[in-house]
Nanobody
Framework: QVQLVESGGGLVQPGGSLRLSCAASGFTFSSYAMSWYRQVPGKERELVAAINYGGGSTNYAGSVKGRFTISRDNAKNTLYLQMNSLKPEDTAVYYC??????????????WGQGTQVTVSS
């Protein structure tokens, strides 16, 4: 069965960095777009970044562009999110999601359990 397991979250000071990982199994990882989303209690889940099946095309939310980098290692079946210059407003639960297609289309069929990121001094 499809499994997505996020790791790397934690508490970091403003201006700091974290790298999230999402270990994927149960499907052909290299054939699907992948995405990172985040959610704050009481708000809708929002797209943070997405990457196509091969890693050659990426999309970012305006609020993270220039600070976050999404990448993937298809040999390791792992998705990453490098987060730099973190701000308190980046605090959220971060989820990885498997796309339904090779190219990003805001359609996802599996989600991880999430990892908490807290940015605070």
């Amino acid at each position: 069965q499809v499994q997505l397991v996020e790791s790397g979250g934690g508490l970091v000071q403003p201006g700091g960095s974290l790298r999230l990982s999402c270990a994927a199994s149960g499907f052909t990882f290299s054939s699907y777009a992948m995405s990172w989303y985040r959610q704050v209690p009481g708000k809708e889940r929002e797209l943070v970044a997405a990457i196509n099946y091969g890693g050659g095309s990426t999309n970012y939310a305006g609020s993270v562009k220039g600070r976050f980098t999404i990448s993937r290692d298809n040999a390791k079946n792992t998705l990453y999110l490098q987060m730099n210059s973190l701000k308190p407003e980046d605090t959220a639960v971060y989820y990885c999601a498997k796309g339904r297609f090779m190219w990003f289309a805001r359609e996802n069929d599996y989600w991880g359990q999430g990892t908490q990121v807290t940015v605070s001094s």
